[in-house]
């Protein structure tokens, strides 16, 4: 019997202009939980789609509890024991909660003794059990398309531990929960190891690596780099070799200027769909050269300060003022001509046509403007040239350049193209939510840099994150909201990351 329940040997993985996986060997021991780290592209998920039957390899060998294999589909890997979190969630969204978690294994009972139909009432009591059993608590019959991403991203937990699969990959499965979730899945994680379970947990945080993985393995480019012992190494050595140069953990920033006020929210009130009040009664402003972070635990109402801002999410009471000019009713296009940028959560259903081509995306706030069209024809040629420009500028990786169609970009260079086209705009105001979710500490790093570059150039930056760390080490004003309300507006440097957690946790009021 061999010593490892996983062994990759070999493995190269081409796509049009990429290799994705480049000669990549891995040995993964039973038990144990194994990390993967490397930059956005570097070929992570690819590896893992291969062992979870999504890809096949071009070249090299799978072997599965010493046996070779090859997995032909993600079915396969099922009846193999092999389950998987994808970064990018695999939902049916017209479909229950419960049904999703059930697909291809649905409690069958018989009707009138005879016909088989799903027994959805016992599914829903499972589901119901499971999720509470490892405190992701999940309404078993709401739809997906009226959930929030975090409850999605339970969603896609819940349905490789219903599965109950041995070996399990976790594809960036932190992005987008908060710290009090993540803290609750890491130890979700080491339960699972402690029942005999092998995990494999792609991730960019390196803390959680830290944390939780025996051992780590660093690609870089589609090469494996390195197989450390996470016990006897730093963070700072795994982020310097996953990028292959020095790391900066912090942000250089000097002391802010602010100047004119060019965003005022007063008394804006926003209602979900069930007419129930998500934000209530908020009023703060943003000046020229000022990064102004909103701080609160994922649905405390901050999202819907964005959308409401940005056009996305109706007002249902108050003023939103830009550069003097009030844009509370207008459409979203003539807000974005009126001066605001928007980096959105959702990156692939409110940044980007994810079957359009870079090129497109790139260009998608601009199509309507000459040089892009004239009298209402497309001009390709200036959509490439732009796109060529802010592919070089901004570092943005993809298989086939310009023609490459977003959905098959890696999270961190689809981010990488939003965050380029709203730059571009240059917009007296800039909003940034979640901007880093995902990335790795490379991209992280870059966009710190950028979200300061801007205010150094007079820009007006909004900032929603649930990244604490983010926050303070962007932030000069910070805004901390609870349950909808704004609890706290101070100087950044004249609160601590404790007295901000109090806040967003509703046990300071208003001090």
């Known amino acids: 019997m061999s010593d490892y329940i996983v062994e990759m040997r070999h493995i190269t993985k081409r796509f049009p202009g990429i ?43 799978i072997y599965i509890r010493g046996e070779k294999v090859q997995i ?14 994808h970064q990018h969630f695999k939902l049916v969204q017209n479909y229950t909660i419960a049904e999703n978690i059930i697909m291809g294994m649905e409690p069958i009972k018989k009707t009138l003794g005879l016909f088989p139909t799903v027994d959805i009432k016992k599914a829903n009591e499972d589901i119901r059990a499971l999720s509470q059993k490892y405190g992701l608590e999940v309404e078993p019959t709401d739809l997906i398309e009226n959930i929030n991403v975090s409850t999605q991203q339970r969603v896609e937990i819940l349905k490789m531990l219903y599965r109950e699969a041995e070996i399990l990959i976790f594809d960036e499965p932190t992005a987008v929960l908060t710290p009090q979730e993540i803290e609750f899945l890491l130890n979700i994680i080491r339960g699972l190891r402690d ?57 250089d920033k000097k002391e802010p200027h602010f100047g004119k006020e060019i965003l005022k929210v007063e008394d804006l009130t926003v209602k979900n769909r069930d007419n129930f009040e998500v934000v209530k009664h908020v009023s703060f402003s943003v000046h020229a ?14 999202v819907e300060v964005a959308d409401a801002i940005a056009g996305l999410a109706d007002a249902a009471g108050g003023k ?22 928007y980096i959105p959560e959702d990156r692939q259903n409110y940044g980007l046509v994810m079957d359009f081509t870079l090129s ?40 086939q350049g310009k023609k490459t169609v977003v959905r098959s970009m890696s999270g961190g260079n689809q981010q990488k193209a939003i965050i380029a086209r709203e730059i571009e705009l ?27 570059g801007e205010r150094d150039k007079g820009k007006a930056v909004l900032l929603i994150s649930l990244e604490l760390d983010e926050i303070m080490n962007c932030a000069d004003t910070i805004g901390v909201i609870y349950n909808g309300e704004i609890q706290k507006i101070a100087d950044a440097k004249t609160l601590t990351t404790n007295e901000v957690g109090e806040f967003m946790m509703g046990v300071k009021q208003h001090g």
């Open 72 to 85: 032909s589909s993600p079915n396969h890997a099922t009846k193999l024991n092999i389950g998987m979190v």
């Open 360 to 399: 497109e995306n790139l260009g998608l706030k601009e199509y309507y403007k000459e040089p892009f069209s004239r009298k209402g024809i497309l001009n390709k040629k200036e959509f490439d040239a732009y796109a060529d420009k802010l592919i070089e500028k901004y570092d943005i990786r993809s298989g």
């Open 195 to 251: 029942n005999g379970k092998t995990i494999i947990l792609i991730t960019h945080k390196l803390e959680e690596i830290k944390q939780v993985a025996d051992r780590c393995a660093i690609l870089n480019r589609g090469k494996l780099i390195d197989v450390l012992d996470v016990k006897s190494t730093t963070t700072k050595n795994m982020a310097n070799l996953m990028v292959g140069r020095e790391v900066s953990f912090t942000v």
């Open 320 to 341: 939103i003022m830009l550069n003097g000019v009030d844009i509370t009713q207008y459409s979203i296009r003539k807000r974005t001509m009126e001066g605001i940028s």
């Open 426 to 452: 240059d917009s007296p105001l800039m909003i940034f939510v979640q901007p880093t979710r995902g990335l790795d500490i490379g991209a992280i790093e870059n966009i710190h840099r950028q979200i300061i």
């Open 19 to 61: 290799v994705a996986n480049d000669d990549v060997s891995i040995q993964i021991k039973k038990g144990e939980i194994y990390a993967l780290l490397g930059e956005n592209g570097a070929g992570k998920s690819t590896l893992m789609s291969m062992l979870f039957g999504m890809y096949e390899p071009d070249e090299g060998e």
């Open 289 to 302: 050269g000022e990064v102004f972070a909103i701080a609160g635990v994922a649905g405390n109402g901050q």
